[in-house]
């Protein structure tokens, strides 16, 4: 049990088009999703926390307006790279939490490269 | 101090050793604590989480929590080269849900 997926697992885009990449947790109700970004060989760092059905909640120093963040339902969040330029090419990460001990997890991530 | 602190490493071990990881952690994040093992290129994923006190055994893996000294550790027995990785600590504050990463440990075991 707690399967995450991501789609896509990697995307190559335009300088200027937008992204949207797709959280779901497939045998397991996330109320609240995590979305992270990854550059090489640095640490996670945490972009926002998405809940369902509401305003996700964004660290701060990420542009809310850049990256769109909707959780639709208990299973699925979406983040959406609007006017993507080469500065945001990254390893995209979600997580979803699973019961009461915050155990949180990770999808396989979506690997974007803006050219 | 960071909220949860871990020295980046790398950690080499030879096969078959005992690797020992290790994280402190700060009073605000005091309630669960995880480890995560991430390989090159790939996501994290939840190998142990431990909530109270004392250790807790899965397989080769032994998480030990010590709340007074602010420190939860990692024990990897028998290692293997596959395991080979970089772990990542997290604790979730009290009262929260967002975990707290720290900026992991990179664990290198040789044959």
């Known amino acids: 049990g707690a399967v995450v997926s991501q789609h896509p697992s990697w995307v190559i885009c335009k300088s200027g088009t937008s992204v949207k990449i797709e959280c779901r947790s497939l045998?397991?109700?996330?109320?609240?999703m995590f979305w992270y970004r990854q550059f090489p060989k640095q640490s996670l760092m945490l972009m926002a926390t998405s809940n369902e059905g509401s305003k996700a909640t964004y660290e701060q120093g990420v542009e809310k307006d850049k990256f769109l963040i909707n959780h639709a339902s208990l299973t699925l969040s979406t983040l959406t790279v609007t006017s993507a330029h080469p500065e945001d090419s990254s390893f995209y990460i979600c997580?979803?939490?699973?019961?009461?001990?915050?155990?949180?997890?990770f999808g396989p991530g979506t690997r974007l490269t803006v050219t | 101090q960071k909220e949860v602190e871990q020295n980046s490493g790398p950690l080499s071990v030879p096969e078959g050793a005992i690797a020992s990881l290790n994280c402190t952690y700060s009073?605000?994040?005091?309630?669960?604590f995880f480890w995560y093992r991430q390989y090159s290129g790939k996501s994290p994923e939840l190998i142990m989480s431990i909530y109270s006190n004392g250790d807790k055994e899965d397989g080769r893996f032994t998480a030990q929590l010590n709340k007074a000294s602010q420190y939860v550790s990692l024990l990897i027995r028998d290692s293997q080269p596959s395991d080979s990785a970089t772990y990542l600590c997290a604790g979730v504050t009290g009262g929260s849900y967002i975990p707290t990463f720290g900026r992991g440990t990179s664990l290198i075991v040789h044959p």
């Open positions: 045998d397991f109700q996330a109320t609240t």
């Open positions: 997580s979803a939490g699973r019961g009461g001990g915050n155990e949180q997890y």
């Open positions: 009073d605000r994040v005091s309630q669960s």
